[in-house]
């Protein structure tokens, strides 16, 4: 009879999907690290096409190393959270530096950028490492089948899932059984309405005989949601590129490519700030409001308020922090704000009629 870990690596054998990072162990470390990376805060149906794209323009360890962080931002548009391309970019200069990988999981936790959990993963699936990588889908099963009173995040929580990943990796001594426990959480216990008629490990899940699996794992405290209001320019000039400025290193989104913002402070009106902000950068065009927008990012709500105007004459010049650029690909790392911007602000610009507005002060 089959133990739990045998019992899960012959469902992934039956069951797995077919996913351009899955080849046979062990597995090239940069494609181990480049997909664990994308995979982290993105869904996989959204990372597949982009990994591939990213393996096209730096097929190797080498070729990620040697690129400008500019490229490397640039091609990682799409998927957001720039902070993690940027530690990518760190780790992949850093064993080119060495000279060549280090192998167990200690070893890859000393690089930039590489938390336990990727350390492990680098470790099992490319140098034949024991240690289990422990990411959210694993904690998830590993509450539902020990029944754990322990919340989402929490030390214990992750400490208890290790210990059971090893068991399990004991039944079935092969990196694929890490694979299968987090495949399995992904696909059939999900965090809500788990799939557990079709489980392998079904009959031995504590939650799962006491009908209690939407119980597990305990909510994460709550953190507090921060609000913010920002007012920002849609600037057009006569061909149509629109004006990014780069955001300093350490502000929110800092390093990316966003139109010009201005945070209100206090009860400041947006057309103030707006009307401020036109005039630092030497501009006397009329801006036209458009409607306010939400945009979130993780534990924060922006409410945007858009200016949008034409610059016929005369322009801003090109900086190394202010750039025209295309509005529909703008080569260069920005925000899906952007985006959000040239969907309601390039109606506005193409409205008949002079525009209406605020000139600046």
């Not at 966003?258 to 009329?286: F, K, M, N």
Request: aromatic share 8%.
């Amino acid at each position: 009879m089959l133990r739990p870990g045998g019992l899960l690596l012959r469902w992934f054998e039956t069951h797995q999907r077919q996913l351009p990072w899955r080849t046979p162990f062990p597995r090239d470390p940069y494609l181990v690290l480049l997909s664990e990376v994308m995979l982290q805060q993105t869904q996989v149906q959204r990372v597949a096409p982009l990994f591939r794209g990213f393996v096209e323009k730096f097929p190797t360890l080498a070729a990620l190393a040697e690129a400008a962080e500019a490229e490397v931002l640039a091609a990682w548009s799409g998927l957001g959270y720039y902070r993690r391309a940027r530690a990518l970019h760190a780790t992949a200069r850093a064993v080119q530096a060495a000279g060549a990988w280090p192998h167990t999981r200690e070893e890859l936790q000393a690089l930039p950028g590489l938390g336990p959990y990727t350390a492990a993963a680098l470790a099992a699936f490319s140098f034949g490492g024991s240690d289990p990588p422990v990411d959210g889908n694993v904690t998830r099963v590993a509450a539902r089948v020990l029944a754990l009173d322990a919340p989402t995040g929490s030390v214990r929580l992750r400490r208890e899932a290790e210990r059971w990943a090893r068991a399990l990796h004991r039944d079935a001594p092969t990196p694929a059984t890490f694979e299968a426990l987090m495949e399995l959480g992904a696909r059939i216990c999900r965090p809500r309405g788990p799939s557990c008629g079709h489980c392998p490990l079904a009959a031995t899940c504590v939650a799962h005989a006491s009908d209690a699996a939407d119980r597990y794992p305990l909510p994460r405290p709550r953190r507090q949601r921060q609000a913010h209001r920002w007012a920002a320019l849609w600037l057009v000039r006569r061909d149509g590129r629109v004006l990014l400025h780069r955001r300093d290193e350490g502000q929110f989104l800092g390093g990316l490519w966003l139109p010009p913002i201005r945070e209100l402070v206090d009860s400041q009106e947006p057309e103030t700030a707006a009307a401020a902000l036109l005039h630092s950068l030497g501009l006397g065009v009329q801006l036209t409001p458009v409607e306010p927008l939400a945009h979130s990012i993780t534990h924060r709500g922006i409410t945007v308020f858009p200016f949008a105007a034409r610059c016929d004459l005369p322009t801003v010049s090109e900086t190394c922090d202010l750039q025209w650029c295309i509005a529909e690909n703008p080569g260069v790392a920005t925000s899906s704000l952007t985006h959000k911007l040239r969907l309601v602000c390039s109606p506005r610009l193409a409205e008949p009629g002079p525009p209406a507005g605020y000139p600046p002060g």
